[in-house]
Nanobody, 127 residues
Framework: QVQVVESGGGLVQAGGSLRLSCAAS????????MGWFRQAPGKEREFVAAISWSGTITYYADSVKGRFTISRDNAKNTMYLQMNSLKPEDTAVYYC????????????????????WGQGTQVTVSS
């Protein structure tokens, strides 16, 4: 059984920062790519950032590029999302996800390709 748990959400003023964490536990094995998605009220879930197993390949949505940084620590089976210069439009429930891949350099950006998902953590940015 694989579990994915996010943490680190909260309420912050515009311009502030938050750091989200995502821990995978259970029968995790082999290489897996990870990603962050978010869903605002009344909107569809959207891609935020993705990272390869190696950590050397990353990809960001244009809306967060330059403000958010994705990283991971494989020894801890944990992924992070450092969010700086937050804006009210970043308000959403943030989800992490992972899926096994064949190469340590593969990344996944399509939500339909992620098999394992966390329960989400709320991020609220006030103006």
């Amino acid at each position: 059984q694989v579990q994915v748990v996010e943490s680190g959400g909260g309420l912050v003023q515009a311009g502030g920062s938050l750091r989200l964490s995502c821990a995978a536990s259970g029968r995790t094995f082999s290489t897996y790519a990870m990603g962050w998605f978010r869903q605002a009220p009344g909107k569809e879930r959207e891609f935020v950032a993705a990272i390869s197993w190696s950590g050397t390949i990353t990809y960001y949505a244009d809306s967060v590029k330059g403000r958010f940084t994705i990283s991971r620590d494989n020894a801890k089976n944990t992924m992070y999302l450092q969010m700086n210069s937050l804006k009210p439009e970043d308000t959403a429930v943030y989800y992490c996800a992972f899926n096994y891949v064949g190469s340590i350099y593969d990344i996944v950006v399509d939500a339909r390709r992620f098999r394992y998902w966390g329960q989400g953590t709320q991020v609220t940015v006030s103006s």
